[in-house]
């Protein structure tokens, strides 16, 4: 059982919810997918990840009341995200720096929009100032992640 952070991101103009289950304050696993699969409140940011028997179950609470989803994997119904967070989630278990973890996903590939709104999600948890092995388009220089976004010395930044 799992603390988890909800997130509603859209990124090219597709709306998608990725889960963040958290230990010891850190991204742990991830689960993500359309929005449009899973109908939670943009209010709600935070919500209980728990294992029972293999499956995957998100528990929300609403006060008193408890809204629970079973099995959210296949609540995404699409399997190359399945494995692209199943990858994402193992990397972050076996220690991998989100610097680079954020950086894989946003190189070209396939699921260009996917991989975007997992990766400004994942962005959010690196710490303040560390740097990027990503040069600046306008010095050369290296960048560094400030509150989630690449900035460079010169102050270029790729969220203006």
Known sequence: ELP?????????????LVLVGMLDGKPYEVFAGLEEKLDIPNKIKE?????????????????????????????FENKQFGT??????????HGTPLKFICEQLL????????????????????????????????CGKKMRYVQGCLTCVCGYSKCS
């Open 4 to 16: 988890c952070h909800i997130y509603h991101v859209t990124s090219s103009n597709e709306k998608w």
């Open 47 to 75: 919500g209980t990840i728990k294992k029972d028997k293999g499956v995957y179950n998100l528990i929300i609470q609403f006060g008193d009341e408890q809204m629970k989803i079973k099995d959210i994997p296949s609540m």
């Open 107 to 138: 190189r070209d590939g396939g699921f260009d929009a996917f991989n975007k709104a997992v990766a400004r999600v994942l962005k959010n948890y690196i710490k303040d100032e560390e740097e990027s092995a990503m040069k600046c388009e306008k």
């Open 84 to 93: 692209i967070t199943r990858l994402t989630s193992v990397s972050l278990r």
